[in-house]
């Protein structure tokens, strides 16, 4: 596994755009990187619309594990989780979430105990870990 995250830093720089809320990354034909801005603490849905469009424009159907950086997550709006659960099946089919220790890990427990995703999904407090596990497969 070492190997294949060392090939993975070596490539060239990822497509990357940046919203109010956070800033989306694609790592060409290995995954996406999604990561809340340091001042914020919930995602704004017009931003992550708009941060889908970015996506759908570069992926063009292409699915790709998905990696999202929701430590600084103080709360989840339900259009926002409505949102996610709409959209997410059409750019990925595994995602990684990495959560600080209490708030943010709280809220994604009880979220995916209350709706079980349509792919593999799983929380980490460690990006290396989520990442290993993210691109396992």
């Given at each position: 596994m070492?190997?294949?995250?060392k090939?993975?830093?070596?490539n060239?720089?990822?497509?990357r755009f940046k ?34 469009v970015?996506?759908?424009e ?15 997550l103080k709360?989840?709006?339900s ?36 709706k079980?995703?349509?792919f ?10 989520a990442l290993?596990w993210?691109?396992?497969?």
């Amino acid at each position: 596994m070492e190997d294949k995250i060392k090939n993975i830093n070596q490539n060239p720089q990822p497509l990357r755009f940046k919203s109010k809320s956070g800033i989306m990354e694609i790592f060409p034909n290995q995954y996406i990187k999604y990561s809340l801005l340091q001042n914020v603490t919930s995602p704004e849905l017009e931003e992550l619309k708009r941060e889908l469009v970015f996506l759908e424009e570069n992926l063009q159907g292409k699915k790709l594990p998905f990696l999202v950086d929701n430590r600084n997550l103080k709360k989840l709006d339900s259009k926002v989780i409505n949102f996610m659960e709409q959209n997410s099946p059409k750019f990925t089919g595994r995602v990684a979430i990495i959560v600080s220790p209490g708030i943010s890990k709280f809220i994604f427990h009880v979220l995916l105990f209350l709706k079980k995703p349509p792919f593999p999904m799983k929380l980490f407090t460690n990006e290396q870990q989520a990442l290993n596990w993210l691109l396992e497969n």
